[in-house]
């Protein structure tokens, strides 16, 4: 820090950088009532009035011009750094809207094979949308810098989270992993997988909610330290290739990522991770390591039956019995959650099992719909009748789930308020396709798309619904569908 600086002289650089306004400079001179007052009281001043932040003041004190702003986003905090990156809290000057900025470091942004892997890493993130996912607004460079814009979560990652609470209660645990296994079931259905599960890559929103971070920026992590010789190793990168050279799976198996999901609900219960820590990398890639991991029920006698069958599942290094797809654990979890809040905790894993099996004879219907919030809709609204709901956002996925006779379902509802043409294309497809011609299917169509009814191919059971329209009548179309499907089995 320069021990010349005055409050005047303070005030003249934050406007020259434009830290703030002439409008702004003006009104805090009028307040403080004069120029000649001593600097930590004009700084503290400052801070408490909310102008500047400590970040920006410690910035300008050391005579730094440059990182205060990326293009309209002006940095207010430094909130975390990893190896590569470094994470701000920014504003948008334009619209005022609160956002997490991850700047690539200056040293890797000079090198064009490193920012180009870190941008097309963010690109690939932005196509995630979920509230169980923090999503990615926008991949940007400017003046030389890279970074990604994201959803600012107001809270706590789960190991500040975990740090406080030392272990959660059962359901409170469960209800977390159920937050967790849907982030990861949705971008396993966009054919993405996360790479660095661990728990300061959760963060716990101030409702409760979590949301995973950096999905696939592992990548990024893994291909800096094989290009660039002095950079330091991503710890879960080794736990991950240790893991994947033990159980002979290729890189990018979601059951991986399911590990080290099992890791983090074996943390949450017992208060303990269950992978010895070590930074020597020849120690995490030792076998040894994931062998000596004690059973949670070993760990922890008090976690329940039903939980410990979850997470050892979960965590089994025999890939053959370990959950196949997030979509599997969640179901689990789901089912585990209900049992908990019913009292029926020393249920184990078979029972659960055999219960969800039971849910099998509901008749299930389809829902295909790329809006979260229409998705939320039609799954509360058709459970309410004894409905088993099934919601996808991928028409190629729905079409296969139809096509297979094991798992199509009774009934198909393909809403277009989302996808438009692409919900008709679908549509027609089902009725065109010999193998499901014959399946119940409803396409709703908003108020603007009623062109689309006309090219819509039709019968009995394959209807074309108006919105505005009902929740009860729509249940009414559909349960009229669903039995008629019932009839033709008989």
Same mark, same amino acid.
């Given at each position: 820090?320069?021990?010349?600086?005055?409050?005047?002289?303070?005030?003249?650089?934050?406007?020259? =950088?434009?830290? $703030?306004?002439?409008?702004?400079?003006?009104?805090?001179?009028?307040?403080?009532?004069?120029?000649?007052?001593? =600097?930590?009281?004009?700084?503290?001043?400052?801070?408490? +009035?909310?102008?500047?932040?400590?970040?920006? $003041?410690?910035?300008?004190?050391?005579?730094?011009?440059?990182?205060?702003?990326?293009?309209?986003?002006?940095?207010?905090?430094?909130?975390?750094?990893?190896?590569?990156?470094?994470?701000?809290?920014?504003?948008?000057?334009?619209?005022?809207?609160?956002?997490?900025?991850?700047?690539?470091?200056?040293? #890797?942004?000079?090198?064009?094979?490193?920012?180009?892997?870190?941008?097309?890493?963010?690109?690939?993130?932005?196509?995630?949308?979920?509230?169980?996912?923090?999503?990615?607004?926008?991949? @940007?460079?400017?003046?030389?810098?890279?970074? =990604?814009?994201?959803?600012?979560?107001?809270?706590?990652?789960?190991?500040?989270?975990?740090?406080?609470?030392?272990?959660?209660?059962?359901?409170?645990?469960?209800? $977390?992993?159920?937050?967790?296994?849907?982030?990861?079931?949705?971008?396993?259905?966009?054919?993405?997988?996360?790479?660095?599960?661990?728990?300061?890559?959760?963060?716990?929103?101030?409702?409760?909610?979590?949301?995973?971070?950096?999905?696939?920026?592992?990548?990024?992590?893994?291909?800096?330290?094989?290009?660039?010789?002095?950079?330091?190793?991503?710890?879960?990168?080794?736990?991950?290739?240790?893991?994947?050279?033990?159980?002979?799976?290729?890189?990018?198996?979601?059951?991986?990522?399911?590990?080290?999901?099992?890791?983090?609900?074996?943390?949450?219960?017992?208060?303990?991770?269950?992978?010895?820590?070590?930074?020597?990398?020849?120690?995490?890639?030792?076998?040894?390591?994931?062998?000596?991991?004690?059973?949670?029920?070993? +760990?922890?006698?008090?976690?329940?039956?039903?939980?410990?069958?979850? $997470?050892?599942?979960?965590?089994?290094?025999?890939?053959?019995?370990? #959950?196949? @797809?997030?979509?599997?654990?969640?179901?689990?979890?789901?089912?585990?959650?209900?049992?908990?809040?019913?009292?029926?905790?020393? @249920?184990?894993?078979?029972?659960?099992?055999?219960?969800?099996?039971?849910?099998?004879?509901?008749?299930?219907?389809?829902?295909?719909?790329?809006?979260?919030?229409?998705?939320?809709?039609?799954?509360?609204?058709?459970?309410?009748?004894?409905?088993?709901?099934?919601?996808?956002?991928?028409?190629?996925?729905?079409?296969?789930?139809?096509?297979?006779?094991?798992?199509?379902?009774?009934?198909?509802?393909?809403?277009?308020?989302?996808?438009?043409?692409?919900?008709?294309?679908?549509?027609?497809?089902?009725?065109?396709?010999?193998?499901?011609?014959?399946?119940?299917?409803?396409?709703?169509?908003?108020?603007?798309?009623?062109?689309?009814?006309?090219?819509?191919?039709?019968?009995?059971?394959? +209807?074309?619904?108006?919105?505005?329209?009902?929740?009860?009548?729509?249940?009414?179309?559909?349960?009229?569908?669903?039995?008629?499907?019932?009839?033709?089995?008989?």
């Amino acid at each position: 820090m320069t021990t010349d600086w005055t409050a005047e002289r303070t005030a003249e650089r934050a406007l020259e =950088l434009g830290l $703030i306004n002439d409008w702004e400079l003006r009104r805090i001179w009028s307040e403080l009532g004069r120029r000649n007052l001593p =600097l930590d009281e004009f700084l503290q001043f400052l801070v408490r +009035r909310e102008y500047l932040t400590n970040y920006q $003041i410690e910035k300008l004190l050391q005579g730094d011009r440059e990182g205060f702003f990326f293009a309209d986003y002006k940095v207010l905090y430094l909130v975390g750094a990893g190896s590569f990156a470094r994470v701000f809290r920014a504003v948008n000057q334009t619209n005022n809207q609160v956002v997490a900025l991850k700047v690539l470091r200056k040293r #890797y942004s000079e090198n064009p094979e490193c920012y180009r892997q870190f941008l097309r890493e963010g690109q690939l993130g932005m196509v995630l949308r979920h509230p169980n996912i923090v999503p990615v607004f926008e991949v @940007s460079s400017y003046n030389g810098a890279h970074y =990604l814009v994201m959803e600012f979560v107001e809270g706590q990652n789960l190991r500040e989270f975990l740090k406080i609470r030392k272990k959660l209660e059962p359901l409170e645990a469960t209800r $977390i992993m159920i937050d967790i296994a849907s982030g990861l079931d949705y971008a396993f259905r966009h054919g993405l997988t996360h790479r660095d599960l661990k728990l300061s890559n959760v963060l716990i929103s101030s409702e409760g909610t979590a949301k995973l971070v950096d999905f696939g920026l592992a990548t990024v992590d893994e291909y800096l330290e094989s290009t660039l010789p002095d950079v330091p190793p991503n710890a879960r990168a080794i736990d991950y290739a240790a893991l994947e050279k033990l159980t002979g799976v290729s890189r990018n198996d979601p059951r991986s990522d399911i590990f080290f999901t099992g890791c983090i609900f074996y943390h949450l219960l017992s208060g303990t991770a269950p992978l010895s820590e070590t930074k020597d990398r020849l120690k995490r890639m030792n076998k040894n390591r994931f062998y000596e991991i004690p059973p949670i029920q070993e +760990r922890d006698k008090t976690v329940p039956r039903l939980l410990t069958g979850i $997470i050892n599942k979960a965590m089994s290094l025999d890939v053959n019995y370990r #959950y196949q @797809s997030p979509a599997q654990m969640l179901l689990d979890l789901k089912t585990a959650a209900r049992k908990l809040a019913q009292g029926e905790a020393d @249920s184990d894993l078979e029972t659960l099992h055999n219960s969800a099996l039971s849910n099998e004879s509901q008749p299930t219907v389809l829902v295909l719909e790329s809006n979260y919030e229409l998705q939320d809709l039609f799954r509360k609204g058709l459970k309410k009748v004894g409905l088993r709901v099934l919601v996808v956002a991928d028409p190629q996925r729905a079409l296969d789930r139809c096509r297979d006779e094991e798992s199509a379902p009774d009934c198909v509802l393909l809403s277009a308020a989302g996808l438009g043409e692409t919900a008709l294309t679908c549509f027609n497809q089902l009725g065109d396709d010999p193998r499901t011609h014959l399946l119940p299917a409803i396409l709703l169509l908003d108020e603007p798309q009623k062109a689309l009814a006309a090219i819509a191919v039709r019968s009995d059971h394959r +209807r074309v619904l108006q919105m505005p329209l009902t929740m009860k009548a729509l249940r009414t179309e559909v349960l009229e569908l669903v039995n008629l499907q019932k009839d033709f089995a008989r």
